[in-house]
Nanobody, 126 residues
Framework: QVQLVESGGGLVQPGGSLRLSCAAS????????MGWFRQAPGKEREFVAA????????YYADSVKGRFTISRDNAKNTVYLEKNSLKPEDTAVYYC???????????????????WGQGTQVTVSS
């Protein structure tokens, strides 16, 4: 129903910036919510940010608030994650996800999301 493909990952020095993209295809309803998650080596997958596709509301994890920005381009069916002031702790595989359940409530729980991309590696190191 929905396919997600992340891109934009790579090597970044501490303090640098990076923009991740999530290209969506298939049927996407106005009620869908989009999310970014990440998983570092030896750690569980954690929530990063979420966005209501139609309303544009956003929600961020405390660890990235003020540094990361989630946004979308409706014409391109793409969700972005702008990442600034990167830290080594931000090193992880970043996943894009879509929540197609009814309603517009944003969620930080991975189980609430129905579709997932393959992930893109982000490494923050000098």
């Amino acid at each position: 129903q929905v396919q997600l493909v992340e891109s934009g990952g790579g090597l970044v020095q501490p303090g640098g910036s990076l923009r991740l993209s999530c290209a969506a295809s298939g049927r996407t309803f106005n009620s869908y919510r989009m999310g970014w998650f990440r998983q570092a080596p030896g750690k569980e997958r954690e929530f990063v940010a979420a966005l209501s596709w139609s309303a544009g509301r956003t929600y961020y994890a405390d660890s990235v608030k003020g540094r990361f920005t989630i946004s979308r381009d409706n014409a391109k069916n793409t969700v972005y994650l702008e990442k600034n002031s990167l830290k080594p702790e931000d090193t992880a595989v970043y996943y894009c996800a879509a929540d197609g359940s009814p309603g517009s409530r944003l969620s930080s729980m991975s189980a609430e999301y129905d579709y997932w991309g393959q992930g893109t590696q982000v490494t923050v190191s000098s």
